[in-house]
């Protein structure tokens, strides 16, 4: 399966949460660890995103990071509930779990779909974050690197 991907700018959206356990299979099946975000809070701003890879900034402990979030219930796994999971382009020697995730959002990169091989999700998510890599630099989004939002 060929995956489609369609590089669109969105408004900006602000969100904030705790760093939360899942299943890790980002770690450990996917070699793509995904911060998930408790999404208790935050479930109007996520209402409106249809399910699907987007790319922006996130900040942890006041470092601001280029980061590709999946919002979904990734279809190749079958969750049940929507989750927001992001992966910062960075590596980190340690994790970060229950500690405060800022990510603001500026486009979307593709929807989300089911894939008939781990290979080839693992391949797809890979691109996901080359794309994501390069997009950032473009002025129109790098300056988001210092919006006021991940001020203080
Ligand atoms: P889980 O299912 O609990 O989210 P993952 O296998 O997806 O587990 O791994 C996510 C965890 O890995 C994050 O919560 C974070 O603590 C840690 N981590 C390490 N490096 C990164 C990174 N570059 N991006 C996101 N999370 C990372
Ligand atoms: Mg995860």
Known sequence: MSVVRCITKL??????GTVVHGFKRGSTLLDCPTANICT??????????KKGVYYGWASLHGTVYKMVANI??????????ISVEVHLLHEFSQDFYDENLK???????????KFSSLDELKTAI??????????????????????SFFMG
């Open 11 to 16: 408004p900006v959206c602000r969100i904030e």
């Open 40 to 49: 208790d809070h935050i479930q109007d701003a996520i209402k409106g995103f």
């Open 72 to 81: 979904g219930v990734n279809p190749s796994f079958g969750n049940e509930h």
């Open 103 to 113: 990510v603001l959002i500026l486009g979307s990169i593709r929807t989300e779909s």
């Open 126 to 147: 890979h691109e996901d974050c080359g794309i994501a890599e390069k997009l950032l630099d473009d002025q129109e989004y790098s300056s988001y690197k210092s919006d």
